[in-house]
């Protein structure tokens, strides 16, 4: 890999200075102890030590660049199946299990414009409501069954207490305050109708103008 040979490099020079240093010192000892010598010597392993801070800093921003990708590539790819095969009750998997872009994304201040972070600010969020609505979707089957028993029972008691007509008028505002106060009677499909609003509206990072410099920084064009 491209960051091996820039590491292998660096350590290479530092070896280099070392021997020739060693041979300065058993060759020509006034030289190498002389203060020119420590000043070109202190100079020369600044050098390095900047050399390798800025590699390690090119570095991060690359492997960070590479696993930002592949978290966004990742949600991409279950939105394009949810899209295609439509949404399971059954979920049990998260688009963005991990947020890396909110941990790095100061590495790509000077990379990006405004534009491009808060194309890609917008995908993550969109992530995170998908989300939480899929986490709302596995306890659909249990709010609708809620739902059906509530009413059915409703049903039943007025049913019971038609031939009575002083106990219907009674509790008839009983039974109503039953179904007002129960939010999910009538909104067992709110998630799924969330998911898809979402779904019709999120942009993919990977073909915009932000994935491709993202790309371009992680070292895969």
Request: glycine content about 4%; aromatic content about 12%; some cysteine.
């Amino acid at each position: 890999m491209k960051y091996l040979k820039n590491y292998r490099l660096l350590w290479i020079a530092v070896s280099i200075f070392v021997m020739l240093s060693a041979l300065l010192y058993f060759f020509v000892p006034d030289f190498a102890k002389s203060n020119l010598y420590t000043a070109i010597a202190t100079f020369i392993v600044g050098c390095f030590a900047i050399g390798l801070y800025i590699q390690q800093k090119i570095d991060q921003k690359r492997d960070s660049a590479n696993v930002i990708l592949s978290e966004i590539r990742y949600a991409e790819g279950l939105i394009d199946r949810f899209k295609t095969a439509g949404v399971s009750t059954d979920i049990t998997y998260q688009l963005l299990p991990n947020n890396h872009w909110g941990k790095y994304n100061f590495l790509f201040i000077k990379d990006l414009d405004q534009d491009e972070t808060t194309e890609i600010n917008n995908f993550y969020n969109q992530c995170f409501i998908l989300d939480k609505a899929l986490d709302q979707i596995s306890v659909y089957h249990e709010l609708k069954h809620k739902s059906q028993v509530v009413h059915q029972t409703l049903s039943t008691i007025a049913k019971e207490s038609l031939g009575n007509e002083q106990i219907f008028k009674t509790n008839k505002k009983a039974y109503l305050e039953i179904i007002e106060k129960d939010p999910y009677v009538f909104r067992a499909d709110a998630p799924i109708n969330a998911v898809v609003k979402t779904l019709n509206n999120i942009r993919f990072v990977t073909t915009s103008t932000a994935g491709s410099k993202l790309k371009d920084i992680a070292g895969q064009k």
